[in-house]
C-alpha cells in the first residue's frame, strides 16, 4: 500500500521520466518497422489495388520520429508521429465489424498511439535529455521482443485473437525485471537518485493499463465469435490475469516512486556557495 511515506518526484525527475515514456512509446512502434518493410517486399508481388500508401506507408514514419527524439529534435518528432497516427484517425469509429466494441478499442487504440505526443507536449517547455547509445541497442532488442510477445500472447490466448496482448506481456515482463533488479542493495548515491525510471514505468504502465481495460468488451466480442473453435474460458482468464498483472505492476512501481523519492528528498543537498568561516575567525 502507498501510504504517508509518499512523496512526489521533483520536477527535473518527472520531466526525465516523460522523455523515456516518449522513447518507450515511440520505440514499441519503431520496432515494428523492419516487419513493416518485408510486408512492403511481399505487397509488391500483389496486384496495385491492393495497395494502401496510407496503412502501408505511413508506418514508416515511427523509426525517423524515434531518432528525432533521441537526438533532441523535438518537432520534428512531433510532426513524423503525427504523421504515424494517420492510420488510426482515418480507422476510428469503424469498429472492425464489432460495435460499440470495436469503436471503443480503436479509440483507445488512437489514445495510446498518441501518447508519445503528449509527452513531447511536455517536452516542447521542459527539455529533457537522453543517452543515445543506449536507446540505439534498444532498438535490435524490441524487434525481437515484440514479435516474442506478440507470439507469447496468441499462444495464451488462442484461437481468441488478444488485442493489446503484446503490450501487456511486453510491460509486465518489463516492470518485473526491473523491480527484482531493484531488490539488490543500493550502492553509492544509487540509493538516493530520483525515481526517473519508476515513474516513466509506472506511467506506461497505467497508459497500458487503460487501453487493455477499455478493449476488454471487444476480447468478450471475440471469445464469443471464436468461442466455438476451443472455449472461451481460458482467453478470459488469461485476459483476467494480464489485467492483475497490470494492476499490481503499476502500484509496486508508485510506492517504489514514493520510497525513492523520499529517500532523495531527506539526502543532504550540497552547497552551492562556500559556508561563512565561523565567528572570530580572520
Same mark, same amino acid.
Given at each position: 500500500m502507498i501510504r504517508g511515506s509518499w512523496v512526489w518526484p521533483r520536477a527535473s525527475a518527472v520531466n526525465e521520466a516523460v522523455l523515456r515514456v516518449a522513447l518507450l512509446a515511440l520505440l514499441a512502434n519503431a520496432a515494428r &518497422?523492419?516487419?513493416?518493410v518485408v510486408w512492403l517486399g511481399m505487397l509488391a508481388a500483389r496486384p496495385p489495388? =491492393?495497395?494502401d500508401p496510407v496503412d502501408e506507408?505511413?508506418?514508416l514514419v515511427w523509426l525517423p520520429a524515434y531518432l528525432a527524439l533521441l537526438y533532441g529534435r523535438v518537432r520534428a518528432a512531433a510532426v513524423l508521429a503525427s504523421v504515424g497516427l494517420a492510420p488510426s484517425v482515418l480507422d476510428l469509429g469503424t469498429g472492425s465489424g464489432f460495435g460499440w466494441q470495436g469503436r471503443l478499442a480503436d479509440v483507445a487504440g488512437l489514445a495510446f498511439d498518441a501518447l508519445p505526443l503528449a509527452a513531447m !507536449? &511536455?517536452?516542447?517547455? !521542459?527539455? =529533457?535529455h537522453a543517452r543515445p547509445r543506449a536507446w540505439l541497442l !534498444?532498438?535490435?532488442a524490441a524487434v525481437v521482443a515484440l514479435p516474442a510477445a506478440q507470439l507469447t500472447a496468441w499462444l495464451a490466448s488462442?484461437?481468441?485473437p488478444d488485442v493489446g496482448g503484446a503490450y501487456c506481456v511486453s510491460y509486465v515482463i518489463a516492470a518485473a525485471g526491473y523491480l527484482l533488479w531493484m531488490c539488490r542493495p543500493p550502492r553509492g548515491s544509487a540509493g538516493r537518485a530520483q525515481p526517473v525510471w519508476p515513474l516513466a514505468l509506472a506511467l506506461i504502465g497505467a497508459a497500458v493499463l487503460a487501453q487493455r481495460v477499455a478493449t476488454l468488451p471487444l476480447q468478450a466480442a471475440f471469445a464469443t465469435q471464436f468461442g466455438a473453435w476451443g472455449g472461451t474460458r481460458r482467453p478470459l482468464l488469461v485476459t483476467a490475469g494480464e489485467v492483475v498483472a497490470l494492476v499490481v505492476a503499476v502500484l509496486l512501481l508508485a510506492r517504489r516512486v514514493g520510497q525513492q523519492s523520499r529517500r532523495a528528498s531527506l539526502a543532504p543537498v550540497p552547497p552551492t556557495t562556500p559556508p561563512d568561516p565561523p565567528v572570530g575567525v580572520p
Open positions: &518497422v523492419p516487419f513493416q489495388e =491492393a495497395f506507408l505511413t508506418p !507536449a &511536455v517536452l516542447w517547455r !521542459a527539455p =529533457a !534498444a532498438l535490435p488462442r484461437p481468441v
